[in-house]
């Protein structure tokens, strides 16, 4: 075999080595990609999901997130699934798709802050008035620390949905005591110790009776 024959042959395994290298390569980083991919779009799917739980049961009455985010993470999901599709998908693309995704996390986890809080305001503190009150104080008390740590806590789907529940317990609480302005300012008074006999007037007296709730006051100097 001529010197040059060899040396072709030679060159040609060598090529022929070096493209099925770098088509493992190739396909490892591909699947590298995909397994990403997969990892970024559970968590996009669990943020969106979690946003869509805050709207229904009605934390948030807007859109959690700005405009121009969904619409760069619309865009973001459309190109990796162009990716997936044509057999292109890379590494970058599932970059750029995970740092949306953290930015409309850091966007929910800031919205939930503010509106769960709102959400829960006026209901837990009715209850932290009248819990002692009720029919079992132990539940009202529970009820008002679940709503606390679930309003202190990360958003999820489960948070959303725990929170609207409890809220939902706390209201049916306090609603039985059918408040009024009266009502509410002398129970104010009573829950920071500052009431006395002057401020029960004939409506609080009335409204004690109708509650079964005369035994529960105690009147001391």
């Known amino acids: 075999m001529l010197l040059t024959e060899t040396i072709g042959k030679s060159i040609s395994a060598i090529q022929h080595k070096r493209d099925a290298q770098e088509q493992r390569q ?5 699947g590298n990609a995909l397994a990403q991919l997969n990892k970024a779009s559970q968590e996009l799917k669990n943020i969106l999901e979690c946003a869509a739980a805050m709207k229904e049961k009605g934390i948030v009455d807007h859109p ?3 405009a121009q985010l969904r619409d760069e993470l619309l865009e973001c999901v459309n190109n990796c699934g162009r990716g997936v599709s044509d057999g292109a998908l890379t590494a970058d693309m599932v ?7 953290d930015a409309a996390a850091v966007q929910i986890k800031i919205v939930w802050k503010e509106a769960s809080a709102a959400y829960a305001e006026g209901t837990k503190g009715y209850l932290l008035m009248i819990g002692g009150l009720s029919d079992d104080p132990g539940q009202a008390g529970a009820l008002a620390d679940n709503i606390t740590r679930t309003v202190a806590g990360e958003p999820s789907v489960r948070a959303v949905k725990s929170l609207a529940a409890d809220v939902a317990a706390a209201k049916k609480i306090t609603e039985a005591f059918s408040l009024n302005p009266e009502i509410e300012s002398f129970l104010k008074k009573v829950s920071v110790q500052q009431a006395t006999a002057a401020d029960l007037t004939p ?8 509650k079964r709730l005369t035994s529960k ?3 001391r100097f």
Do not use: N
Request: no cysteine.
């Open 217 to 219: 006051l105690k009147i």
């Open 203 to 210: 409506g609080i007296l009335t409204w004690l009776q109708e």
């Open 95 to 101: 970059r750029v798709l995970k740092a949306k995704g």
């Open 64 to 66: 959690v997130m700005a």
């Open 26 to 30: 190739s396909d490892e980083a591909y």
